[in-house]
């Protein structure tokens, strides 16, 4: 089992609609979680950090179950400029920054 | 200007041949970090440095080498190239308290 799985898609959607990507991890002791976005040959950048409370930023809402070692990305209203690939990120142990990157899920927005 | 640079950003090179990639930054984290990147996989750790006198071993760190010269630098050695290191290859750092990290912009890598 992957430690990090994701869904790759491509998720195809219209401006305006809201989408969920998931992400389940392997590792019941990791404590950092963060989805990062990566364009096309670009370097991934961090997107949000996921907290246990849950966490919003604009449209982007993350949210964390530990129980069930999943984590979750809604992006509202989406925008020609959220096609990109979102990368959910764990890291390795409670007590390490090694993270570990999932293969990503692949967004498109259509107009 | 860039917090993290990555030379070259682009190279070809031969089978055998020995290949240097260089990372800088300017955050002044003490973490730095190679990953490469290929098509449908996530990013592989290959080393990582907590400082300029700690090196380890990542995840894929054979036929790699690493050399930290300062605290800014970080340099990722190909000894002989093969064509199964062709990959997107990245530079990161990050903070002693946050776990996040911060990636350069990548050296496209192509072994032929």
């Known amino acids: 089992r992957k430690e990090v799985e994701q869904d790759p898609g491509p998720f195809n959607v219209p401006e305006g609609a809201t989408v969920a990507f998931n992400c389940t991890y392997s590792n019941s002791a990791s404590q950092s979680f963060f989805w990062y976005r990566q364009d096309c040959r670009k370097e991934p950048k961090l997107l949000m950090s996921?907290?246990?409370s849950g966490n919003e930023d604009g449209r982007f809402t993350a949210q964390l179950n530990r129980a069930s070692q999943y984590i979750s990305l809604l992006i509202r209203d989406s925008k020609l400029s959220d096609s990109a690939t979102y990368l959910c990120?764990?890291?390795?142990?409670?007590?390490?920054?090694?993270?570990?990157f999932g293969s990503g899920t692949r967004l498109l927005v259509r107009p | 200007d860039a917090d993290v640079t990555q030379t070259p950003r682009n190279r070809i090179t031969k089978t055998g041949k020995r290949i240097m990639l260089e990372c800088s930054q300017t955050k002044g984290h003490d973490r730095m970090y190679w990953y490469r990147q290929d098509p449908g996989l996530g990013l592989r750790l290959i080393y990582y440095s907590f400082d300029v006198k700690d090196i380890n071993k990542g995840e894929i760190s054979d036929g790699y080498s690493v050399s930290r010269q300062a605290q800014a630098k970080f340099s990722l050695s190909l000894e002989s190239a093969i064509p199964n290191q062709t990959a997107l290859y990245f530079c990161?750092?990050?903070?002693?308290?946050?776990?996040?990290?911060?990636f350069g912009p990548g050296t496209r890598l192509t072994v032929t």
């Open positions: 996921v907290y246990s």
């Open positions: 990161a750092t990050s903070d002693l308290n946050m776990g996040e990290q911060y």
């Open positions: 990120v764990v890291n390795e142990e409670d007590s390490s920054y090694k993270l570990i």
